[in-house]
């Protein structure tokens, strides 16, 4: 035991030494690596940065990261299949932490008419302070006012559907559905708002009416279609979504929003392997340059590796001394290169303004400002990506080096 | 009993068409605690033979025993152990490790061998106070001149108490008060702690202190012979 560790303290020195002689040489592919790792980690931030977006401008329309339903109203979201307004154990859960907003409310598809053309759309009867709650943004509506309260008998419209129904602001258009005894129930109905989105669909499909109007339309009660519940941190939905289902109880249908949006659930998916794959490029571009520094070291010293040898230092010793030495390269990269993405990333946390090329990606469900995120994971993924591919790269003239006969290495000149 | 006992060994090099015989039949057996010269001409096979025998380099064919081990047949690993921890090394070339002092590199096989720091560095500094460089301890291979850079892989060759020590023209770059010297060492090293040495050398001035003269032409031994007047030493020390 004591033996290996001495022999463990001459590797390091000889390895050490070794490296910088030829500072030059080994200066160069520490900033490779350094650039390396930077470009890794800057480049998973953006797109933790670009997916996080996605999902969290998903899950303002979803929205809320779980939603309760009646069981069969994910195939069938008419009036029929609606539910009780919360009450008791369920209504006490929803406003404590980790809950943040939620809302009750009406989602029915829906018929609306102008004078000029008629859409079907989803008609939402919401009260507007839990939307807001659930992350609905006042200053989006961009004409007139938003709702007041459940029992407004305004209705607020996006912007696109204003322009497909040649409507305007105050002017009346009929909305049109079906009540429980699949009677049809219509109402005309003045618009005193009109949103934007971020997504034009989104624009042409959700109207908003108070709740209150909505359920006397459609005969309704006191019920609705659905709860929506918000924690504001769609990571953490996976510690405290059973809770509710528990409180729901087994005849409702609680889904997290993993369940209720495959899309969304698969974009998060991508993400991971996105990264794995960004890294392992930046890599095997890197380890060109690695197995090269190596080859040349290993090469400028063959008469010393044959005098080691020659004095009793076994292969593998040798091997292990080559292999020392490109981890002390990697990880000094990996520690600059870490600091490195820390210092310029952090600052770029706050958000890049990137309306320049937005048009293209609000296909993609984006916004114009971009916020990288710089998560642990990523700089571990990168670490992990670096020493392991880095030592495997390296064994190539690691195990050369050990192979030399000594006799033959001493005689080199 | 014996140190060394090599049997018909034979080596060949081939060089484009040219075949050389680097060892032809050879056969020589050396007692424990000998002190024995290999001399001949360059190109002789001097350094072909200690090669075998230190298991640098393997035989065509022919049978090598060192102490108990037949090192022709050892694997690599095992070789490796047996030069580490019972033959110093002198090469004719090249000997120090660029990157480490002379210190370190009088230690560097102590250190492989897992000994305490302190004890390797109180035997490194005693040995370079013995071949005269004690002042020179922080200097790299680099920064030493032929003559010193020899002493000191002496020093590391004899440090770590090898019951063998194979030395290749250990005085090839010194001068005659340091060839001297060194020889005296060698021979002090050799009567008090029993090491046998065997010295590949065509400096005269070594071969007039070895009590045993092997004499090589072409690979082949063409001489083998006990002198006697060795300097210093009354006749009968002779071996
Ligand atoms: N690797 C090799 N390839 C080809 N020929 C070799 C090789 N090593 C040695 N030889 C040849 O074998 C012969 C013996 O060489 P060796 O080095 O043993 O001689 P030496 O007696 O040590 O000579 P010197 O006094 O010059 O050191 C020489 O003719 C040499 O050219
Ligand atoms: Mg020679």
Known sequence: MAATRLSASILLTLAWRNLWRNYRRTGIMLVAIVVGVWAMILFSALISGMVDEMVRGGLRTLPGEVQVHHPAYRDDPSVANSIDAPEGALLALLNQSPVTGWAARIRVPAMISSERDNRGVQLLGVDPAQEISLGFDPADVVQGRFLQGPDDNGLVIGRKLAEQLETELDKRVVIMSQDPDNNVAERGIRVVGIYRARLQSTEELNVYAGRATVQKLLGLGTRVSEIAITGDDFRAVGGWWRTIEQAAGPDLETLPWMQLDGYL???????????????????????????????????ERVREIGLMMALGMRPGWIMYQILLESLILLVLGLVIG???????????????????VAAGLEMAGMGSTLYPTLELQHMLMSTAVVVVLGLLASLIPAWRASRYNPVQALART | MTAIRCTHLNKTFTQGEQVIRGLDDVCIEIEEGSFVCLSGPSGSGKTTLLNAM???????????????????????????????????????????????????????????????????????????????????????????????????????????????????????????????????????????????????????RVMAYCPRLIRMEDGRIISDELQSGIPGEPPAAAQ
């Open chain 1, 265 to 299: 659930e698969s974009m998060m998916n991508l993400q991971t392997s996105y990264n794995v794959i960004i890294m392992v490029v930046i890599f095997l571009a890197l380890s060109f340059g690695l197995v090269n520094t190596l080859v040349m070291a290993v090469f």
């Open chain 1, 338 to 356: 870490n600091l490195l993405a820390l210092a310029t990333i952090l600052p770029m946390e706050d958000g890049i303004d990137i309306s320049a």
């Open chain 2, 54 to 204: 230190g298991g640098l380099d393997q035989p065509d064919s022919g049978e090598i025993l060192v102490g108990e081990s037949r090192v022709d047949q050892l694997g690599k690993s095992a070789l490796a152990d047996m030069r580490l921890h019972s033959i110093g090394f002198v090469f004719q070339a090249f000997n120090l490790i660029p990157v480490l002092t002379a210190r370190e590199n009088i230690e560097f096989v102590m250190q492989i061998q897992g000994l305490p720091a302190a004890e390797r560095k109180a035997r490194a500094m005693a040995m370079l106070r013995e071949v005269g460089l004690a002042d020179h301890e922080d200097r790299l291979p680099s920064q030493l001149s032929g003559g010193q850079q020899q002493r000191v892989a002496v020093a590391r060759a004899i440090v770590s108490n090898p019951t063998l020590v194979l030395a290749d023209e250990p005085t090839a770059n010194l001068d005659s008060a340091s060839a001297i010297q060194l020889i005296e060492l060698f021979r002090k090293l050799n009567r008090e702690r029993g090491i046998t040495f065997v010295i590949a050398t065509h400096d005269t």
